[in-house]
């Protein structure tokens, strides 16, 4: 039989990751949000034109160069093809796309803080070496080769690692302040997105837009009607409705006049476990009887954009 390297035999790369060092990365990434939406504030001319070819830019990921069109979600969720074609794909951006990315450095910037206000530790320690080349953790044994023989009906350490998993999706919480900030973030988004839209529906020109107005085409070819722009409007107030905590999010269980106070969650966090709010029991605290947000508001708003509402909320933000 080869000889399986012993735990004493796993090298430790001197630049191995660690937790900490993942949360400094993620509060490096928070604080370069900050100052990029910063920037974009400062911005008062309605004038302004940024054209960027955009398939011309290659990204290095770290394996390989990669196009930045491949990248773009929204040709993903439309099926878009682009190839052959890159080096002419310009997009112009102006004043309303920087609203529109201001919008985006704030949703970025709200996961950020719902990453750091609680504890993964435990979760990275026993499944980090699924995820990055080269992690410390005390289980150094998961860092072996695999052995010769296992089962042909099942990889036993993919399926003990799924397992693992599921089983630590449970963090408790350490910084009840930055689930505070996400909030204010996510609330902000919203804000940006109207000013956005309000700003898109006023532009009299058309030249090559990034999210274009019912009257313009875009750089992408999706046409975008009134339809499309009022319903979405109409899902922001909605959203914001919750996020104020005047509608519930409608709870599963018992009766269904019950509803889950979203506001609640993010200003009396407590220890976030996946396993029990897929059951129920961790929205015990956050139910309350009130006005529901309804499921056919949704439906007719998801109606409105052909059943893509996702993929273009992912446009949108």
């Given at each position: 039989m080869p000889n399986n390297p012993t735990v004493a035999d796993v090298p430790i790369p001197a630049e191995s990751l660690t937790y900490q060092i993942l949360q400094?990365?993620?509060?490096?990434?928070?604080?370069?949000?900050?100052?990029?939406?910063t920037t974009l504030s400062m911005i008062t001319s309605d004038e302004i034109k940024l054209p960027v070819h955009v398939g011309r830019v290659v990204l290095n990921l770290g394996t390989a160069e990669t196009r930045s069109l491949s990248l773009l979600p929204i040709l993903r969720q439309f099926d878009l093809r682009i190839a052959g074609r890159e080096d002419d794909f310009v997009i112009v951006f102006d004043r309303a796309d920087a609203e529109w990315l201001r919008g985006y450095c704030h949703l970025l910037s709200a996961l950020s803080e719902m990453m750091m206000a609680y504890?993964?530790?435990e979760l990275f320690d026993v499944a980090a070496h699924r995820f990055f080349q080269?992690?410390?953790?005390?289980?150094?044994?998961l860092r072996e080769q695999k052995r010769v023989g296992e089962s042909p009906f099942i990889d036993i350490e993919d399926f003990s690692d799924a397992i693992a998993i599921v089983h630590l999706?449970?963090?408790?919480?350490?910084?009840?302040k930055r689930m505070e900030n996400a909030l204010k973030h996510i609330e902000q988004a919203i804000s940006l997105s109207r000013q956005m839209?309000?700003?898109?529906?006023?532009?009299t020109d058309n030249d090559r837009?990034?999210?274009p107005g019912p009257k313009q085409s875009g750089a992408i070819p999706i046409p975008i009607t009134t339809t499309m722009v009022d319903n979405w409007?109409?899902?922001?107030?909605?959203f914001e409705q919750i996020l104020q905590g005047a509608?519930?999010?409608?709870?599963?269980r018992g009766k269904p006049t019950r509803g889950i106070n979203v506001r609640r969650v993010f200003l009396e966090p407590r220890q976030l476990d996946f396993v029990l709010w897929v059951q129920g029991a961790a929205a015990t605290p956050y139910l309350e009887e009130g006005e529901l947000t309804k499921a056919g508001t949704w439906q007719q708003i998801n109606a409105a954009f052909g059943g893509r509402l996702i993929g273009f909320g992912f446009w949108f933000n």
């Open positions: 400094g990365i993620n509060l490096e990434w928070l604080n370069s949000l900050s100052k990029v939406e504890d993964a530790q080269h992690t410390k953790t005390p289980h150094l044994f999706l449970r963090f408790p919480i350490v910084d009840r839209w309000k700003r898109i529906l006023a532009e837009e990034w999210i409007i109409r899902a922001l107030d909605e509608k519930l999010v409608p709870f599963w």
